[in-house]
């Protein structure tokens, strides 16, 4: 089992920058598909990015391609969500999750394990 904490959320101006960070307990975290997703006030989890176990690939949603890059250090257990250029429309909770199996996944269903989710909020 591996436990997810989320930090780095916070207020920010449109068009600028956060970096969020996903620390992971265990000793196997290099073995976890690593994903983020947002859930923006009224509206359903929504999957932002996800990266495969060996980390030299990342998968994004069409919305924050170019703008956010997801990276993981298995050394320290953590994977990085950074966020550049924000806009109002990504204010959300981001949560990480991991998941056991499988190659990596775009859907929720495809993540065992959840952080706590960290607040993002982008004033226009």
């Known amino acids: 089992q591996v436990q997810l904490v989320e930090s780095g959320g916070g207020l920010v101006q449109a068009g600028g920058s956060l970096r969020l960070s996903c620390a992971a307990s265990g000793r196997t975290f290099s073995r976890y598909v690593m994903g983020w997703f947002r859930q923006a006030p009224g509206k359903e989890r929504e999957f932002v990015a996800a990266m495969p176990r060996s980390g030299d690939i990342t998968y994004y949603a069409d919305s924050v391609k170019g703008r956010f890059t997801s990276s993981r250090d298995n050394a320290k257990n953590t994977v990085y969500l950074q966020m550049n250029s924000l806009k109002p429309e990504d204010t959300a909770v981001y949560y990480c999750?991991?998941?056991?199996?499988?190659?990596?996944?775009?859907?929720?269903?495809?993540?065992?394990?959840w952080g706590q989710g960290t607040q993002v909020t982008v004033s226009s």
């Open positions: 999750a991991a998941a056991k199996a499988g190659g990596y996944s775009i859907t929720e269903d495809g993540y065992d394990y």
